[in-house]
C-alpha cells in the first residue's frame, strides 16, 4: 500500500514539474512554432494588377470534399458568376483587417465598411463600389475624419449597418479595436455617429457619445424618419443588462430620444411600415418594442420566443425574418415576425452542414427568397464557404455557390467569413464583404469582395 502511495505522489510531482515550465518554452510549443512561423504581410494584389476578376465555374456547384449537408439540403444546378476583388486601402498590416458591418445597396451602388482593428488609434474605412465601372472609391476614413490628437483613442470598427437615409446621406455608429483602449487613459468619452453623402464624399460627426463612455456594437437608421437606433457596450465593465443600452437618436435635429438599460447586445428588428423596432434585451427576458409615435420607453410585448442575432428588411407582406445566435451550443433558429400581429413562428434550422454563427438575413424584393452565409467569425470554409438561399414559401434550404476552396486554390486567398452582404434591388446580385486570409499561420489578414450573380433560373417564384 505505501509503495503504491509512494508511486502516485512521484507521479503528482512530475505533473506539477511539467506544468510549472513556461507553455512557450516547452518541446510541443517551440515544434509548433516552426510549423507556423510568422507570415510578412503583403498587401493583397490580384493577378496582372487587375482590380476586379471573374470566375464561372461547376465546383461552385459541387459539394466541397469533406463536407456533409444536412437532410433536404439541396445544391444549385446553375453556377453563378462571380466578380472578385480585394477592398482598396489596405497597404499596411492590421490586426486583423476584419468587417463587422452589415453593408447595403443603393442607388446603384453597393457600400461596405471594413476596419484595421488596431487599437487604441486604428481607423475604419466606408468604400463604394460601382458594378457597372467595376471600380471602387473610399468614402470614409475614420481618422482622418476625427482626427484626434496623438494618444487618443480612435475607432477601428464599423459595427452598425450601413443605411441610407431619404436625405441621401449613408449613416453608421464606430466601435472599438480592442476592449481595453476604451478607458480614461486614452481619453474615451463614448463612441460616433457619423454621416457621409455619397455625391460629394463629404463625411461629418452627427453625435459624439450619444451615450457616454458606451461603444456602438449594432445599430441602423429609419431612413424615412431619420432615428438611428443603437445598441451599446460600456466602455469598461460588462457587457450585461446593466451594462448594454438602447437608444434613439434623432440625426436631423440632433436629439436623444430614448436611453435606457438593458438594450440589444447585436441586433433589432425594424418594421419599416410602422416605424417600430423590436429587440431581445441583454438579459434575455422576452422582447420590447419601441415605437417613434409614442415615444418614451420601450415595452415588453407578449409573443412567442424569438432570438435576434440577424434580421432581414421587412416584406411587403409586413414579415421579418431573424435568426438566434446558435451559440452556447445550441444550434441557430429561423424565425418569422409579423410586424401586423406581433406573432412569432419558428420555422426549425437554417443551417446546411456543420457550421451555425449567421449575422445577416437579406430578402429578395418578392420576398420570397432569403440569403444567408453561416460561419460569420470564421469557419465559414468547414462547409465549403456555403451562399445559402432559404424558400420562405416551401421552406427549403439550397445552397447556390461553394466558394471555398475554390478562392483559396486560384488566388490564393480563402473566404472565411462574413458579417456583411447586401442585395440588388432585383434580388439577382448578392454583394459580399469577407473576412478572409491568405495564410495558415495568420487569419484574417484581408478583406475581400465578391458579387454573386445568381442564375434566374435558381429564384423561381411560381
Excluded at 495568420?442 to 411560381?462: F, G, L, N, Q
Aim: hydrophobic share 35%; aromatic share 12%; glycine share 10%.
Amino acid at each position: 500500500m505505501r509503495r503504491k502511495l509512494f508511486v502516485v505522489m512521484c507521479a503528482v510531482v512530475a505533473c506539477v514539474a511539467v506544468a510549472s515550465i513556461p507553455f512557450a518554452t516547452t518541446p510541443a510549443r517551440a515544434a509548433q512554432k516552426k510549423k507556423a512561423p510568422e507570415v510578412e504581410w503583403k498587401a493583397p494584389a490580384l493577378p496582372d494588377g487587375k482590380e476586379v476578376v471573374t470566375d464561372t465555374s461547376e465546383d461552385f456547384i459541387k459539394t466541397p470534399k469533406g463536407v456533409t449537408l444536412k437532410d433536404g439540403v439541396t445544391v444549385a444546378k446553375i453556377a453563378p458568376t462571380i466578380d472578385f476583388a480585394y477592398f482598396p486601402g489596405q497597404t499596411y498590416a492590421g490586426r486583423p483587417w476584419s468587417c463587422w458591418g452589415e453593408s447595403t445597396f443603393a442607388n446603384g451602388k453597393y457600400y461596405a465598411s471594413f476596419g484595421d482593428h488596431l487599437a487604441p488609434a486604428g481607423s475604419a474605412y466606408v468604400h463604394e463600389y460601382d458594378p457597372a465601372k467595376k471600380t471602387f472609391r473610399q468614402l470614409v476614413d475614420l481618422k482622418k475624419l476625427l482626427a484626434m490628437p496623438e494618444g487618443h483613442y480612435s475607432p477601428a470598427k464599423i459595427h452598425t449597418m450601413l443605411t441610407v437615409g431619404k436625405d441621401g446621406y449613408v449613416y453608421f455608429g464606430t466601435h472599438r479595436g480592442s476592449t481595453t483602449v476604451t478607458t480614461d487613459k486614452y481619453h474615451y468619452e463614448g463612441d460616433w455617429l457619423v454621416r457621409v453623402h455619397p455625391d460629394t464624399a463629404k463625411a461629418e460627426v452627427v453625435v459624439r457619445a450619444p451615450v457616454a463612455k458606451h461603444c456602438i456594437p449594432t445599430g441602423f437608421l429609419d431612413p424615412e424618419r431619420l432615428i438611428f437606433y443603437g445598441g451599446t457596450a460600456p466602455g469598461v465593465g460588462k457587457d450585461d443588462a446593466n451594462g448594454v443600452r438602447f437608444f434613439a437618436y434623432d440625426v436631423k435635429n440632433k436629439k436623444l430620444l430614448c436611453d435606457v438599460a438593458d438594450g440589444p447586445a447585436r441586433a433589432m428588428i425594424f418594421a419599416k411600415s410602422t416605424g417600430r423596432v423590436y429587440y431581445v434585451p441583454a438579459s434575455g427576458a422576452g422582447l420590447m418594442r419601441y415605437d417613434p409615435a409614442k415615444g418614451g420607453d420601450p415595452v415588453k410585448i407578449e409573443t412567442g420566443e424569438i432570438g435576434i442575432r440577424a434580421a432581414s428588411d421587412e416584406t411587403k407582406d409586413g414579415i421579418v425574418y431573424a435568426v438566434s445566435t446558435g451559440q452556447g451550443g445550441r444550434d441557430p433558429v429561423l424565425y418569422a415576425f409579423d410586424t401586423k400581429t406581433e406573432k412569432v413562428t419558428a420555422l426549425g434550422s437554417p443551417l446546411v452542414g456543420g457550421v451555425g454563427y449567421i449575422t445577416a438575413l437579406k430578402i429578395d424584393p418578392t420576398g420570397r427568397y432569403l440569403y444567408y452565409i453561416p460561419g460569420a467569425h470564421g469557419g465559414a470554409d468547414k462547409d465549403g464557404t456555403a451562399v445559402v438561399q432559404y424558400d420562405t414559401k416551401n421552406k427549403t434550404r439550397k445552397v447556390i455557390a461553394f466558394l471555398h476552396p475554390f478562392y483559396k486554390e486560384k488566388y490564393g486567398t480563402a473566404v472565411v467569413g462574413t458579417y456583411s452582404y447586401a442585395l440588388s434591388p432585383k434580388g439577382d446580385e448578392l454583394y459580399v464583404t469577407w473576412n478572409a486570409n491568405r495564410s495558415v499561420a495568420k487569419a484574417w489578414d484581408t478583406c475581400a469582395m465578391t458579387v454573386i450573380r445568381i442564375p434566374e433560373s435558381e429564384r423561381k417564384t411560381e
